[in-house]
């Protein structure tokens, strides 16, 4: 069986981070990470 590493994941890291966290690493697929760089260039273009 495989063991997990405790100490390879931050304890504050939870998958929800993805849709909250504004700056840092995040864990997500590509296809998440494309729609949250549309997302953030929306509000990007409305604060301009």
Do not use: F, W
């Not at 069986?1 to 849709?19: F, G, I, W």
């Not at 700056?23 to 990470?33: C, D, E, K, W, Y």
């Amino acid at each position: 069986m495989t063991e997990l590493d405790e100490k390879a994941v931050a304890p504050s890291a939870n998958l929800a981070d993805r849709y909250r966290v504004d700056s840092g690493p995040v864990l997500m697929t590509g296809v998440q990470a494309i729609a949250r760089h549309l997302v953030e260039q929306h509000e990007r273009d409305r604060r301009a």
